[in-house]
């Protein structure tokens, strides 16, 4: 089955520093890959999302970019955070041969102060 | 362009009450609706999915194309259905799924 990995978990970075989440998922190939913000009162917010290797398709112009370098590897990243970057981050994967259904990681909580 | 609406951010209700979580959508195509639920400190989960015609938990949803909506239901709720639910959708060849901004389901004593 399939499993996603997140770290970390929980992240208090300064304004305008550098951020780097990483997710990796095992016992799938190719899948789909996401990144979903989970805010109170505002839902899940897709962010990006990945089809195969180096394909990111980006959801919200925003503060943060996503690569995936691997076909398990997906990674958030941004450059100078803000503290509107402040929220849980959840990777999810879709693996096409399975069907639709999605699947979550724990997430990571980012506070930016 | 696709939406999915959950018109209520909280449900409270009695143990034993029926209970109905709104979920109304609009895709020009053909959806794959979902319900995934969160339960206190664990991950989100796939509930149900519409094509799957479950019932998981005691809790069902049928599509309504007419009136665009996937309304979850049950019943006759449990204490243990306190959880945040989300509605989703997704075209069955695209990659995207969106989600609505999810109800918060209370269930009182």
């Known amino acids: 089955s399939q499993t996603i990995h997140q770290w970390p978990a929980t992240l208090v970075q300064p304004v305008g520093s550098p951020l780097s989440l990483e997710c990796t998922v095992e016992?799938?190939?190719?899948?789909?890959l996401y990144w979903y913000r989970q805010a109170a009162g505002r839902g899940l917010q897709l962010l990006f999302y990945?089809?195969?290797?180096?394909?990111i398709s980006s959801e919200v112009p925003q503060n943060l970019s996503a690569s995936r370098p691997q076909d398990r590897q997906f990674i958030l990243s941004s450059k100078k955070l803000l503290l509107s970057d402040s929220g849980f981050y959840l990777c999810?994967?879709?693996?096409?041969?399975?069907?639709?259904?999605?699947?979550f990681g724990e997430g990571s909580w980012l506070t930016v102060v | 362009a696709q939406r999915v609406t959950q018109p209520e951010k909280l449900l409270s209700v009695f143990k034993g009450a029926p209970v109905e979580l709104k979920c109304n959508y609009s895709?020009?195509?053909?959806?794959?609706l979902f319900w995934y639920v969160q339960y206190s400190r664990q991950r989100l989960q796939l509930l149900l999915r519409?094509?799957s015609r479950e019932s998981i938990k005691g809790f069902t949803a049928d599509l309504n194309k007419g009136e665009t909506s996937f309304h979850l239901k049950k019943p006759f709720a449990q204490e243990e259905d306190s959880a945040m639910y989300y509605c989703?959708?997704?075209?069955?060849?695209?990659?995207?799924?969106?989600f609505g901004s999810g109800t918060r389901l209370s269930i009182r004593p």
């Open positions: 519409h094509i």
């Open positions: 999810a994967l879709r693996d096409p041969s399975s069907g639709n259904t999605i699947y």
């Open positions: 990945s089809v195969g290797i180096g394909q």
């Open positions: 016992g799938t190939s190719n899948p789909n």
């Open positions: 989703a959708l997704s075209h069955s060849s695209a990659s995207k799924i969106i």
């Open positions: 895709y020009s195509g053909s959806p794959e």
